[in-house]
């Protein structure tokens, strides 16, 4: 027996598409997010747009010799330093100018006790009226015999004593004077005076001290050019070339400021710090230099 099933089958469903709703307020939240964006974006490209170029600068290559620059310490100095001594021995009986004074060419700095030199001029004196006596007696002595001489009252003999007798005179003026003349010089020599212009930087004696001849008493910084002295080491000194290019800058005031050259380089090092003194003309020394 048959059966005959029949099944019916529903059509297949068709899915449509379907529109989203928001509400209103939503959309509107949207917006006014969107905008600030979209400020942002314009305000950028104006501060792009007025953005002021990069200044730079340009500078040409060039070749050059390259030296290091070295910078040293050292002192100003006079470049001629006296030392100044009385040329007689004797007791200091006055001091007139101390360290840091400056002093004139000529002027007087010290004398001492002139009562020995007063002696020996006073005593050479006296022998130059003794020996002018003797000359003037020796020199009548030989007139008379040149005249007996002459009238045939004397011998040869005679006139020529009285000859040599009157040049021996004049010998003894002579140096009868020749001693009165150093007496004169060795009393100037009790005063001390400033061969040049300058300042005293030393100071070596008090009023009451006995010195000796060629002792000395002060020395004195010539006034003109100075130098500039430094202790340099002495590989520093290997490696510099020749004649370097030296500028002098001073310690209390930078602005004063001057151009040297070596003028000096001691050839044996100091043993006590090993290094080797150097010295720096400068000429035209500014007046801001001591």
Do not use: W
Not at 127 to 136: C, H, I, R, V
Request: net charge neutral; aromatic share 4%; hydrophobic share 45%.
């Amino acid at each position: 027996m048959s059966r005959n099933a029949t099944s019916s089958a529903s059509p297949p469903s068709v899915k449509t598409p379907s529109h989203l709703s928001f509400p209103a307020s939503t959309i509107l939240a949207c917006a006014m997010a969107t905008l600030p964006l979209l400020l942002a974006g314009c305000q950028k490209q104006e501060a792009a747009a007025k953005k002021l170029p990069v200044m730079v600068r340009t500078e040409t290559v060039a070749i050059a010799n390259y030296a290091p620059r070295t910078s040293l310490t050292g002192a100003i100095a006079a470049r001629t330093l006296n030392n100044l001594s009385f040329r007689v021995g004797g007791r200091v009986a006055e001091r007139l100018v101390d360290v840091g004074q400056h002093v004139d060419q000529g002027a007087v700095l010290a004398r001492i006790d002139p009562q020995e030199q007063e002696f020996d001029l006073r005593s050479a004196q006296a022998d130059l009226d003794a020996a002018q006596a003797q000359l003037t007696q020796a020199a009548a002595a030989f007139e008379r015999q040149k005249t007996l001489l002459a009238r045939g009252y004397t011998t040869r003999r005679d006139y020529d004593a009285a000859e040599q007798a009157s040049k021996v005179a004049q010998g003894s003026v002579d140096a009868a004077q020749s001693a009165l003349a150093n007496a004169k010089e060795n009393l100037s020599f009790t005063e001390l005076k400033a061969g040049a212009a300058g300042v005293i930087t030393v100071r070596q004696v008090e009023a009451g001290q006995v010195v000796q001849a060629a002792q000395t008493v002060f020395t004195l910084a010539e006034d003109g050019d100075r130098d500039a002295v430094f202790n340099v080491e002495e590989t520093l000194v290997a490696k510099t070339p020749a004649a370097p290019a030296v500028t002098i800058t001073l310690l209390s005031d930078p602005q004063i400021k001057a151009m040297g050259k070596v003028r000096e380089i001691s050839p044996a090092v100091d043993p006590a710090s090993g290094s080797i003194r150097v010295k720096v003309a400068i000429p035209d020394t500014p007046a801001g230099m001591p």
